[in-house]
């Protein structure tokens, strides 16, 4: 049965296999706590703010009321799996090497 729990093994097997066969750049699965223990990896912690997030989810044709809702909706059930999953609190830039803020430019 594919569940959440397979999920997040297989993810956890993909994400070590890639690792070990070198240089490789994996978006998140997880990986940030899959391989939190080696040395040979360097880990970014991705951020927008909400206003951000609402303003990108409006670009793509949701409202300010759904985009909105989404942005809180997202962000919580993303907390809740790291949480889950990989007992940290998200989101957590400590666990990373480094954080960049996304700040989207905008044509006058």
Known sequence: ????????K???????????AGNCVIVGRGSQHFLRD??????FFLYASTQEKVAALISEGNSQA????LAHTVD??????????????WPNARSTM?????IRQRNQ
């Open 98 to 102: 480094r954080c960049l803020t996304r």
């Open 66 to 69: 759904q985009a909105e809702a």
């Open 1 to 8: 049965m594919l569940d959440t729990d397979s999920i997040v």
């Open 10 to 20: 297989i993810s956890k097997q993909v994400v070590e296999r890639a690792a070990n």
């Open 76 to 89: 919580h059930e993303r907390a809740a799996f790291i949480k889950e999953y990989f007992h940290a609190e």
């Open 38 to 43: 080696r040395k040979d990896t360097l880990r």
